[in-house]
């Protein structure tokens, strides 16, 4: 079996991550889901999804690192070697290759980044509604008890839940 290049073993992490990262895509796209239709068991569901893939996206994180450490590092003073270094010592097919996989991996960044801030503006949203509607129930509904001629607890709620005066 013939060995990678640095830049093909490069390529091939960068593959992987595309991978990985569109899986994220989907569960994140899914979430979206799970919190407009508020079912959390779903939420929970597909964040403990999310963190094993993390964690898949973590070990070839610390793969790339060590491969740009071995292969591509041209500072003494330990500066960061940043896609367009390594682009500049790649050289033919491979740099082509690499290049592109770069930008489609960069691309599916930015989109996941994007609805996982949305994702996250939702979340924040219903939470702020629920602590609203809580607090709005806290503070109108008292239940007033009390004891019938027969000696049997009667109780009744008064105030209104159904109306929210702090929304």
């Known amino acids: 079996m013939r ?12 593959s992987e991550d595309i991978k990985l ?3 994220l895509y989907c569960l994140e796209q899914e979430k979206t889901e799970a919190v407009t239709s508020r079912d959390g068991r779903e939420l929970e569901r597909l964040s403990i999804e999310q963190e094993r893939i993390l964690e898949m996206i973590s070990r070839l994180e610390i793969e790339r690192s ?14 960061d070697v940043v896609f367009s ?3 500049a010592r790649t050289t033919g097919e491979d740099a082509e290759a690499l290049h592109e996989t770069g930008r ?17 503006k939702l979340l924040s949203d219903n ?3 629920f602590n609203i509607m809580i607090d709005g129930l806290k503070n109108s ?24 005066q702090t929304a």
């Open 3 to 14: 060995t990678l290049t640095p830049a093909r073993e490069l390529n091939r992490i960068f």
């Open 21 to 23: 990262y569109s899986s």
């Open 66 to 79: 060590e491969l740009v450490e071995r292969h591509f590092t041209m500072f003494p003073c330990g500066e």
């Open 85 to 87: 270094d390594i682009l």
């Open 104 to 120: 489609r991996l960069k691309r599916l960044l930015v989109k996941l980044e994007r609805l996982k801030n949305a994702n996250s």
């Open 127 to 129: 939470l702020e509604y």
């Open 141 to 164: 509904t008292s239940i007033q008890s009390g004891y019938d001629s027969k000696g049997k607890e009667n109780s009744a709620v008064s105030g209104s839940i159904l109306f929210n």
